[in-house]
Structures are given as structure tokens and as C-alpha cells.
Nanobody, 118 residues
Framework: QVQLVESGGGLVQPGGSLRLSCAAS????????MGWYRQAPGKQRELVAA???????NYADFVKGRFTISRDIAKNTVYLQMNSLKPEDTAVYYC????????????WGKGTLVTVSS
């Protein structure tokens, strides 16, 4: 099993920045993908950004140029640097881990709330 603990959410004004962190612990496989999803009230959970252990990554179109995902493999930690935040970025942000080891290999954190408001 894998446990994910997110931190770094909070209240920020439009145009501001936040940095989210997610630390994974437990049975971590060397080949895996970690990333961030978000969910606003009444909306579906959507991909924000993800990166594999090999370095390949992808971003949602609405965050390209503003958000950066990075990983510290040795610490089993993934970060999301969020710049130029907009009110529409307000959501609960969830950390995700998947190591493709079986049907129950996908894990989620409890989420951290990001609120962008004046």
C-alpha cells in the first residue's frame, strides 16, 4: 500500500503563487507516475499535471506556462509550483500515485484546498 500526504494549499490573491507538495510512503515501486488532479464543487476531477519516474510529463492546457511539476525521486515527493493563479484555479487539489503493479495500484491523497480570491 501507498500513502500520500499533501501540503501547501491555502488562500492566495489572483496573480499570486503557491507550491504544493506530496510525499509518498509505503510500498513505492521504482517505476511509477505521480501527479496532481483538481476538483471544484460540482465539477469532475481533472488532471492538472503528471510526471513519470523516467521524466516524461504532461500538463493540462489550462495550466501550461503557469504551473510546473517536479519530482524528488529519492524523497518520493512531487511538487506543483503554481504561478499567476486565477480564481478559476480554486479547487481541492489531489495527489495521485500509480505504479502499474496491479488492479489496486492507483492511490489518492486526501486533498488540499486552494482558494484564489481577492
Amino acid at each position: 500500500q501507498v500513502q500520500l500526504v499533501e501540503s501547501g494549499g491555502g488562500l492566495v490573491q489572483p496573480g499570486g503563487s503557491l507550491r504544493l507538495s506530496c510525499a509518498a510512503s509505503g510500498s513505492i515501486f521504482s517505476i511509477n507516475t505521480m501527479g496532481w488532479y483538481r476538483q471544484a464543487p460540482g465539477k469532475q476531477r481533472e488532471l492538472v499535471a503528471a510526471r513519470t519516474s523516467g521524466g516524461s510529463g504532461n500538463y493540462a492546457d489550462f495550466v501550461k506556462g503557469r504551473f510546473t511539476i517536479s519530482r524528488d525521486i529519492a524523497k518520493n515527493t512531487v511538487y506543483l509550483q503554481m504561478n499567476s493563479l486565477k480564481p478559476e484555479d480554486t479547487a481541492v487539489y489531489y495527489c495521485n500515485y500509480n505504479d502499474y503493479s496491479g488492479p489496486k495500484s492507483n492511490y489518492w491523497g486526501k486533498g488540499t484546498l486552494v482558494t484564489v480570491s481577492s
